[in-house]
T-cell receptor, first 111, second 113 residues
């Protein structure tokens, strides 16, 4: 079983709608979770981190963490064409600072 | 967050040669990492660059093929040795931040002919 799994893409969302990206993880000891955005031809950019159960909001982005269900999600409100990118979920391997990345979800926002 | 630069940004190399990629961070960081990203794929960790000691390699990656140096807390190099076309990829370095966050450099795009 992969340590971090993301829902398969590509995901297509109309402009102005809510984009929902999902991620599950296998290590119950994981305490930190990260969402990265990667534009085509660019390197990953950290957009959200979450450490506690519940929601964390930052502008149009909301990260949700449910440790009991081992589930992390990223919601993007009022989606814009500039949000079109691949979104990577990541979690550290317990006892180490190295991150394990999901396979990524390619998101396209249609004008 | 740390600002990270990499050199070269891209290169085209002949098989059998070696390329050294440099990674510079604008502040001292505890941990630095090297990743590989194949086209259309996610990131695969190659190794953790340890300051003052040998790098820690992930399964499937060996020191002879990917020697790494970390002479201080702001700089690291990754060498891709005896290259073959299968080594064509994007190579990314990252640096640790607070609470296990990582920040990435712009990447080095390598094509081996």
């Amino acid at each position: 079983q992969k340590e971090v799994e993301q829902n398969s893409g590509p995901l297509s969302v109309p402009e102005g709608a809510i984009a929902s990206l999902n991620c599950t993880y296998s290590d119950r000891g994981s305490q930190s979770f990260f969402w990265y955005r990667q534009y085509s031809g660019k390197s990953p950019e950290l957009i959200m981190s979450i450490y506690s159960n519940g929601d964390k909001e930052d502008g149009r982005f909301t990260a949700q963490l449910n440790k009991a269900s081992q589930y992390v999600s990223l919601l993007i409100r009022d989606s814009q064409p500039s949000d079109s990118a691949t979104y990577l979920c990541a979690a550290p391997i317990q006892g180490a600072q190295k991150l394990v990345f999901g396979q990524g979800t390619r998101l396209t926002i249609n004008p | 967050s740390a600002v990270i630069s990499q050199k070269p940004s891209r290169d085209i190399c002949q098989r059998g040669t070696s390329l050294t990629i440099q990674c510079q961070v604008d502040s001292q960081v505890t941990m630095m990492f090297w990743y590989r990203q194949q086209p259309g794929q996610s990131l695969t960790l190659i190794a953790t660059a340890n300051q003052g000691s040998e790098a820690t390699y992930e399964s499937g990656f060996v020191i002879d093929k990917f020697p790494i140096s970390r002479p201080n807390l702001t700089f690291s190099t990754l060498t891709v040795s005896n290259m073959s076309p299968e080594d064509s990829s994007i190579y990314l370095c990252s640096a640790s931040g607070a609470r296990e966050t990582q920040y990435f450099g712009p990447g080095t795009r390598l094509l081996v002919l």
